[in-house]
């Protein structure tokens, strides 16, 4: 009962219209970071990391939830446009909506991928209400040595989620893990691994990362980019005509799709969100295969069929809601953009978990609804009335967006301690985060590395210090038991177990 | 000898270097503490382990891209302009304090602009563009989220 008023307390904050034009101003700005290919949500509140400094947190947070589901959604602008996925997650979008574009029904799967987005964001984000609640007092539940297993199990899944290359995977955690480790001692008063370097005894600043991570490692990405590619781009982009009055999605459409389509896709989409790094794609993809795999004509995936969209789009605005519940119950981010907020809660001086949510209630609680609103209302109603403008918006001049991205991300590393130390350490991550990106290593594994890296080691050192420093501790608590089973258990479903070989079935139908 | 050349490339060598990472990590750790002191864990038990981890991983990415017939990793082929990108950084930040916010990002700015489009002709529409946003993240900076920026001669 606290927890509905709570809540309900969270929308009457988030309807004061000093609050809730940072709402609108966040879905305008993920839209476009979403859209345009090479940004991401991710990105955009990495830049904005700097300037929630001086921001009121619940202002920062519902912004961040704006930027979240708009980026998570418009990443299938260009995808069904022009065929270029402008963020990983509509990758499987792009393989339906772009057929559909050549059939010049573009508007239509552009409406569709609104309103499946629609349904998987509000669904993901009524779950995380619910379920939330219930997370705090699981979490309450799990003493020091099962917090250690927990967070072995999330790196477990963070590791097996990098399918195609789950050693690059653990090489970029341990890294991350390793960065973690310069500067005080999580337990002792005392400097470590700072290689005689004395600026390095502060440690390294989760915003030079973060900004460096995202923001850098996409500046020098682009670089090597020639301009004419994108000339090209923008050419086929402002080519397209796109008619307001073709968005809205038929009943008949819907029904042809089926409501349990949209379920399924944001039920899919959520429980994956809630896995620590598996994501936005991850969602779409597992969602597709299973609307193709449970389709009473399978054969129509891959040559622009409304219900691959709608399977898609509904998973991967589901993850939104389900990543949230790991971050804000055990700190433990779900994906990358539950990892850049939580830095947005940690910089600000708020450590997520149990306290944060029974005694702070009244700053997350705005955050549910800004999820909820920009799901129902603000996703639509932007289509709605920005439609056919999001063809001209993602056609910007790309050496002005990217010297203001260059300038924002430099500007942000310094404001982290007024430091210029810190400037060079966002210029240093940027480099090792583009080398690593250039060899297909996962950044956010590297991320997720350096925030949970500490919180690991604390209590593995802290269990054994209890059980003077004998390890069996892990192996006869009982929440400390489950997650380790757990982990046996995500091991054998993620690495033993085939799954459906979409491509292949694609290019059958296709051809 | 010429087959094991031609196996080898940009990402064996990324591992080469991650192991000498690993390594000198390795030597301050021990530098630091030796793992175990006084029956308990040290400072230094839980960053050797993970060290340990790393080597075994490095190793799997090596030995997995040796027997892998085609390589997906990218090469660095096209390293010029991300190299000048890491450059003009490096003196921004230098001359970031000493003569201030506003001057330093128009260079920056002008930089940056002339990396990603090399032509020689419309220099003073990009120091136009330079002036205009550096000038737009001032007002948003300062003025905005009132987040002090150093001004010439390193004062805030």
């Known amino acids: 009962m606290d927890n509905l008023l709570g809540i309900l307390q969270g929308f009457q904050t988030l309807f004061i219209p000093g609050v809730f034009i940072y709402v609108l101003l ?6 476009f970071f979403g859209a345009v290919p090479g940004l991401t949500a ?58 559909m574009m050549e059939r010049g029904e573009g508007a239509k799967a552009l409406g569709q991928a609104a309103f499946a987005s629609m349904i998987g964001g509000t669904i993901g984000s009524i779950l995380l209400m619910i379920v939330a609640p219930f ?8 003493k020091t040595p099962g917090k250690f297993s927990l967070i072995l199990f999330a790196f477990v899944v963070v590791i097996l989620a990098q399918r195609k290359s789950i050693a690059k995977g653990a090489v970029a955690t341990i890294l991350g893990i390793m960065i973690a480790t310069i500067g005080i001692d999580i337990m002792q008063p005392a400097a470590r691994f700072t290689f005689g370097i004395d600026p390095l005894v502060q440690g390294i600043d989760l915003m030079p990362l973060i900004i460096g991570t995202f923001a850098i490692s996409e500046l020098l990405i682009q670089s090597e980019k020639s301009s004419d590619e994108y000339k090209l781009i923008n050419k086929e982009m402002l080519k397209q005509k796109i008619s307001r009055r073709d968005f809205l999605p038929t009943i008949k459409e819907i029904k042809e799709i089926g409501l349990m389509t949209y379920i399924k896709g944001a039920l899919i989409g959520y ?26 004509d399978p ?80 996703l639509p109603l932007t289509l709605y009335i920005l439609g056919p403008y999001f ?29 210029t130390f810190q400037m060079l350490m966002t210029l240093i991550m940027g480099v090792i985060a583009y080398v690593l990106r250039k060899q297909n290593y996962p950044t956010v594994s590297l991320l997720l590395g350096f925030i949970l890296g ?13 059980n003077d420093g004998n390890p069996l501790i892990f192996f006869t608590q009982w929440d400390s038991i489950v997650f380790l089973l757990l982990i046996v258990v995500f091991y054998y479903f993620l690495t033993k177990r085939k799954g459906v070989d979409i491509k292949e079935i694609i290019e059958k139908n296709r051809s | 000898m010429l087959n094991l050349k031609k196996k080898l490339n940009i990402s064996h060598l990324f591992c080469v270097i991650l192991f000498i990472w690993n390594t000198l990590y390795v030597i301050e750790a021990f530098r630091i503490a030796p793992p175990i002191q006084k029956g308990q864990v040290s400072a230094t038990f839980f960053p050797l382990i993970i060290s340990f981890l790393m080597y075994i991983t490095i190793a799997l990415v090596f030995f997995t891209s040796y027997n892998q017939k085609n390589v997906t990793a990218t090469s660095f082929g096209q390293m010029n302009k991300p190299a000048l990108v890491v450059l ?48 737009i993240i001032y007002i948003l900076y300062e003025k905005i989220f009132l987040i002090r920026l150093p001004k010439l001669g390193g004062n805030m």
């Open chain 1, 271 to 296: 429980f994956i969100g809630v896995l620590p790094g598996a994501g936005g794609s991850m969602a779409a993809f597992i969602s597709y295969a299973e609307a193709m795999r449970s389709s009473n």
């Open chain 1, 391 to 419: 063809i001209k918006i993602v056609t910007i001049n790309r050496k002005i967006l990217y010297s203001s991205i260059a300038l924002v991300a430099m500007v942000g590393g310094y404001v982290s301690t007024y430091s």
């Open chain 1, 454 to 466: 500490p919180m690991i080691e604390k209590y593995f050192r802290r269990s054994l210090y209890i």
């Open chain 1, 135 to 142: 997370a705090v007092k699981l979490a309450l539940l799990i």
């Open chain 1, 26 to 31: 966040g879905f305008i700005v993920g839209t």
């Open chain 1, 299 to 378: 054969d129509k995936f891959g040559t622009g069929t409304l219900e691959g969209i709608a399977a898609a789009e509904s998973a991967n605005n589901a993850v939104c809601g389900g990543a949230l519940v790991p971050m804000l119950t055990f700190s433990i981010p779900g994906d990358a953009v539950a990892a850049v907020v939580l830095g947005v809660l940690i910089i600000n001086g708020l450590q997520p978990g149990p306290r944060l949510m029974t005694t702070q209630f009244h700053l997350v609680a705005p955050m549910f609804a800004a999820l909820f609103v920009s799901a129902l209302i603000i």
């Open chain 2, 88 to 135: 003009v950084t490096i003196f921004y930040i230098t001359l970031f304090k000493i003569i201030g916010y506003m001057a330093s990002s128009i260079l920056y700015i002008f930089a940056i602009i002339s990396i990603f489009e090399i032509k020689k002709k419309n220099i003073l529409i990009k120091l136009f563009y330079a002036v205009i946003i550096a000038v």
């Open chain 1, 42 to 99: 991710t990105l955009a509140i990495a830049l904005l990391l700097p300037v929630t400094y001086s921001m009121d947190i619940v202002k920062s947070l519902v912004m961040c939830m704006g930027i979240y589901m708009a980026g998570m959604y418009s990443g299938s602008i260009t995808a069904i446009t022009i065929n270029i996925p402008g963020a990983p997650s509509a990758m499987m979008t792009a393989i339906e909506g772009n057929k």
